[in-house]
């Protein structure tokens, strides 16, 4: 049996960031963090760092006293950012650079009057956070029936992708809204690391 290991095999580039920079905030006793949601979709991970006293919540209100908010890999909205501002709250940005892309493309565009349409899975929270930066208005698409009952768009639409999505379905949706959306704008920002 011929046993191959991906190129990709271990971390990618975005989450080896965020983890070795939570590592590193583990190491500091004189701070609390904690992470706004898991940083990554990895238990073992997760696990380790909250016995290394780094905990996870689910919302702002969970925070610890004085603790610092570890920005996941995933991202946020826009809002959170706002919120954590107004409230004097301390965070650490740990968002992948390649998300935080998607990000600035979505903002920019949406504030150009563009109909912003995500290629992912709308539970997932990098979805959540990308919609977050258009002020949820975004159509989420998760596969070809999705694509297909929509009616054309008249508008302009600009089209990013979560960027684990699977490219396959990727194509296929892209291969459609080319013919459907007249005026559109494509951003292929799947990961490279997802091939």
Known sequence: ????????????????????????????????????????????????????GIDVIQSLAERPENATVIIRTHGVPEALYREMEEQGIEYLDLTCPFVKKIHNLVSKHYKDGYQILIIGDKNHPEVIGINGWCENSAIIIEDLDQAEALLPIENKVCIVAQTTFNQNIYKKIIFFLKKTCQNHTIFDTICSATE
Not at 6 to 17: H, I, M
Not at 18 to 23: P, T
Not at 28 to 46: A, E, F, R, S, W
């Open 1 to 52: 049996m011929d046993i191959r290991v991906a190129k990709t095999a271990g971390f990618c580039f975005g989450v080896a960031r965020a983890v070795d920079s939570a590592y590193l905030c583990s190491e500091n006793k004189d701070k609390k963090y904690c992470t706004l949601g898991p940083i990554i979709h990895n238990t073992q991970v997760v696990d380790d760092l909250k016995e290394k």
